[in-house]
């Protein structure tokens, strides 16, 4: 698996007796554009995209509902929201950025042994040249209408029997006349890796990654048993916004406030002694609201408290 990109992400998996495997991705809410290619193409595998949804749901209970009677709170909610979205009046705020300084991604390789930034030379017509004249010990060479990639030793004698790992954007091709058949014009830089490298079980005999300036992988055309897909592992948090009526003019304010849901907040957090102190004010619907309370003890269990709030004409009861 890779993501495409100017700073090469990589991951191998090895899949079980049932053909599955499993990759590690950043907890985050970022978009990742993620490949996922098995190793041996030839082999007419295909990688199959499964379920989102886990045939095993533990402690569920279904329960049908013949009725037709329908509670008269829903219907009161439907009157609400239809009252908020006439006056345009919403609970949503911007989106919470989630802290991402801990995801530092840095090339999966380290430091290569050699680095050719394009710009720094002359412009060459075609990529044999640029690896004949301006990266060494590495031969390109030209077998009819494909191209093989080889690496050299100091002395100019084959270093590997095995090809070296070749990558576009930080993404494995297993075809040199891909890389062969470039426009030089479009390559930003070539990240060269001399030495014997690996991830896991995967091992690399030398690494050339061929970094385009767009670095989005859009010069390549993947295999037809690729799976491409734009992932996030999480859906970004709005804040919730609650009115403040703490001055005469906001009390006063005309327009109706028939909210059904008066404070959420996923992230509270206790002070030194074990206290949460929290603020909100009612609206004019008049009635019973839950108090919902979820969360986790210091010892991780799970902690589910929930309690009715009255809000009559006078006020809290």
Do not use: C
Request: aromatic letters at 12%; a negative charge.
């Amino acid at each position: 698996m890779s993501y495409p990109g100017k700073t090469p992400f990589f991951q191998y998996a090895a899949t079980d007796n049932d053909g599955n495997f499993n990759f590690v991705l950043p907890a985050d809410d970022e978009y990742r554009d993620l490949i996922v290619q098995p190793d041996n193409i030839g082999a007419g595998y295909k990688v199959i995209l499964g379920s989102a949804f886990s045939e095993q749901i533990p402690l569920t209970k279904l329960i049908i509902d013949t009725t037709a009677f329908i509670p008269p709170h829903i219907l009161k909610w439907r009157l609400n929201s239809n009252i908020s979205t006439i006056y345009e009046l919403s609970n949503t705020g911007d989106v919470v950025k989630a802290d991402s300084s801990h995801t530092v991604f840095k090339r999966f390789y380290g430091r290569p042994d050699f680095v050719l930034k394009m710009d720094d030379y002359v412009r060459l017509p075609l990529m044999e040249e640029i690896f004949f004249e301006l990266v060494p010990r590495v031969r390109m060479k030209k077998l009819g209408s494909t191209y093989e990639i080889t690496f050299l030793d100091p002395a100019g004698n084959k270093l590997y029997n095995d090809p070296p790992v070749l990558m576009v954007d930080g993404v494995i091709v297993k075809n040199a006349s891909i890389i062969g058949d470039m426009n030089p014009d479009l390559v930003e830089q070539i990240d060269i890796v001399w030495g014997v490298y690996m991830v896991d079980e995967y091992m690399f005999h030398g690494i050339v990654n061929v970094i385009t300036r767009t670095g989005d992988l859009s010069a390549v055309d993947l295999p037809a048993n690729a799976l491409r897909l734009s992932y996030r592992i999480s859906e970004p948090v709005e804040t919730f916004l609650s009115p403040d009526y703490s001055s005469d003019e906001k009390r006063q304010n005309r327009i109706p406030d028939f909210r059904n849901t008066l404070y959420w907040n996923p992230a509270i957090t206790p002070d030194a002694d074990g206290k949460i102190k929290i603020d909100f004010w009612s609206s004019d619907y008049a009635t019973d609201y839950v108090i919902n309370v979820q969360g986790i003890s210091p010892g991780g269990e799970p902690v589910s408290i929930k309690k009715l709030l009255r809000i009559g004409k006078g006020g809290l009861h």
